[in-house]
């Protein structure tokens, strides 16, 4: 989801009736619109977690942030929907970053985005844990930490060292369904066709109660915001008809049902008074803005430091929630609200590029020479 590439194949395809597609020789410009986007979510989560929930964050301030910011808590507090933002991008990114790829190279590629960066920022949530608690929560078990590094702790019933990392999950779990249709290869009608079945099973599954496993590989609400990013893709390699439009108007379907229901739930049972309409807008309008990217509309956004903002925002996402709010209870108190959150900010976006830099690329260089060794020179057979 978080730790993705947006640069598209210097050559796109177009498809014919019967869903053959034929090389169409059109040099494609890096998708900045899309950094800017990771970015905005990211952003937009991070204040959400800082500023815009009365109830988590009041242990952390000592009060609650609806009272210390109030005009920017009602903005923030729709915040977490950078997430579904970052579902439809992940959905168009992931399907750009493995066509025309193996399962291998695939499963490869998403190994060395996302556990680098997720192991260190792992080992800084365990330290901050034990070396600077907020008193009121009890910490990860070292058995649960331990089962944090494999990301597998939600079906392994393991506390979240970071509560952000549940988004983690959903998007292995993602990749680990659309590994079903990169293993006879991607185009135009297979990608399309697993589109319309996946969306399909998340509605129908959910009336069978008796097979848990089955929602997880396809809950409704992140299953639509998926295929809605995947359907865009289709729509940028191959231009807009009537399938996509189809597909895209289903996912939306789908997904405005099951948003107002969890933001009514949220409302009702966890007092997180949001409308539940401002929040179908809102992701409403984030269809909207990658629909723009797939349609083209938006090539003017080329700003050269986008790639790199867009590069800090995975370590970013992975870092800031714990260690954020270890911040602002040690520097709330000397400097006041706002100086703290503006400090905080600063500071985790400074260590963002230091992991980037000094972790996330150099771990990700050594595993990608040490996995093409081993497979240049394999091992060699038992004799007999």
Known sequence: M???????PGQ???????GTQSPKKEAAPRLYALDALRVLAALSVLFFHFTGIDAATKANWGVNPKELFPWLFPVTSYGSYGVQLFFIISGFVICLSAWNRTPGQFVRARFLRLFPAYWFSAVVAFLVWRMLPDGWRTAPSI?????NLTMFQVPLSAQHLVGAYWTLWVELTFYLVFLVVLWKGLDYRRVSVFCWVWLLASVLIQQDKDVPLLGIFAQPLNTALFVAG?????????????????LLGASWLVMQSDLVEHADNLRHNKGMDRDPYLALALVTVFYLLVLGVALRKVNWINW???PTAGALVYPLYLLHEELGWAMIRKLYGHLGAWPTLGLTTAALIALAWLVHRFVERPSQNWLRAALARESSNPPALPPG
Do not use: C, E, N
Not at 12 to 18: E, I
């Open 2 to 8: 978080l730790q993705t590439d947006v640069q598209v």
């Open 12 to 18: 796109s395809d177009t498809v014919d009736a019967h």
């Open 304 to 306: 050269k430091w986008l």
């Open 230 to 246: 995947i359907a865009m893709y289709l729509v940028y390699r191959f231009g807009p008809d009537l399938k996509l439009w189809g």
């Open 143 to 147: 058995s649960d930490s331990l089962t």
